[in-house]
Nanobody
Framework: VQLQASGGGLVQAGGSLRLSCAAS????????MGWFRQGPGKEREFVVG????????GYADSVKGRFTISRDNVNNMVYLQMNSLKPEDTAVYYC??????????????????????WGLGTQVTVSS
């Protein structure tokens, strides 16, 4: 599987963006998926994860109630709907894939080391 994130841009605080992650390959549904972000001068941090069939999700506290992850296993896509954006959401956003069985149900889904494949990021900038 190869991943390509898109949909980033410049938005005012309070606005919305929808990120997409396109996956190539025939085994997309074998992977749990996650979104991570890395802000200026910061370490990469977990945003949200979704299980292989989309039945389970896990969110970072900082984005709960504002961001929503979804996936389309027919078209090999993962989406991140971001609402009520804040300047602190400014970062490069990365999608990642993990073959770990039961990842989202475990306590490990927020760790970057659990993800095997990373795409190139897409920049999100939120102005105040």
């Amino acid at each position: 599987v190869q991943l390509q994130a898109s949909g980033g841009g410049l938005v005012q605080a309070g606005g919305s963006l929808r990120l997409s992650c396109a996956a190539s390959g025939r085994t997309f549904s074998d992977y749990a998926m996650g979104w991570f972000r890395q802000g200026p001068g910061k370490e990469r941090e977990f945003v949200v994860g979704i299980s292989r069939k989309g039945g389970s999700t896990g969110y970072a506290d900082s984005v709960k109630g504002r961001f929503t992850i979804s996936r389309d296993n027919v078209n090999n896509m993962v989406y991140l709907q971001m609402n009520s954006l804040k300047p602190e959401d400014t970062a490069v956003y990365y999608c990642a894939a993990s073959r770990r069985v039961g990842l989202i149900g475990s306590g490990r889904y927020s760790s970057p080391s659990e993800y095997d494949i990373w795409g190139l990021g897409t920049q999100v900038t939120v102005s105040s």
